[in-house]
C-alpha cells in the first residue's frame, strides 16, 4: 500500500511558474511508476507527465512539452512537475498516481491516486 499527496498548487498569473510535489509514504518499490493528471471541470482526466522510480525514464503529453519538466527525489520518495509558461488552459486539479510497472498514459492504469491540488492560472 502506498499513500500519496500533493503540494504546491495555487493561484498564479498567466506566464508565471509553479512546482507540484507528490510525497509517497507506505511500502514503496523501485518497481513503481510515478504519473501526473489533470482534470478541468466538465472535462475528463488528462494524462500529464510519467516518471518511473528505477530508471528515471519519463514521458509528457505533446501539449506541454516545453513548459513542464517532471523529476523524482528517490531519497525523499517525492516526485515534482515544474510548470513553467502557465496558461489558462493549465487550470485543473492536479492528480499525482502510482502504479507498479512501467509509466503509463491512462488513469485506468493507476492503482493510487493522492487527493489532487489545485491550480489556477489567471488571465
Known amino acids: 500500500q502506498v499513500q500519496l499527496v500533493e503540494s504546491g498548487g495555487g493561484l498564479v498569473q498567466a506566464g508565471g511558474s509553479l512546482r507540484l510535489s507528490c510525497v509517497a509514504s507506505?511500502?514503496?518499490?523501485?518497481?513503481?511508476?510515478m504519473g501526473w493528471f489533470r482534470q478541468a471541470p466538465g472535462k475528463e482526466r488528462e494524462f500529464v507527465a510519467a516518471?518511473?522510480?528505477?530508471?528515471?525514464?519519463?514521458v509528457i503529453v505533446d501539449s506541454v512539452k516545453g513548459r513542464f519538466t517532471i523529476s523524482r527525489d528517490n531519497a525523499k520518495k517525492t516526485v515534482y512537475l515544474q510548470m513553467n509558461s502557465l496558461k489558462p488552459e493549465d487550470t485543473a486539479i492536479y492528480y499525482c498516481?502510482?502504479?507498479?510497472?512501467?509509466?503509463?498514459?491512462?488513469?485506468?492504469?493507476?492503482?493510487?491516486w493522492g487527493p489532487g491540488t489545485q491550480v489556477t492560472v489567471s488571465s
Open positions: 516518471i518511473s522510480w528505477s530508471l528515471g525514464s519519463a
Open positions: 507506505g511500502r514503496t518499490f523501485s518497481s513503481y511508476a
Open positions: 498516481a502510482a502504479r507498479v510497472g512501467l509509466v503509463a498514459r491512462t488513469p485506468s492504469s493507476y492503482a493510487f
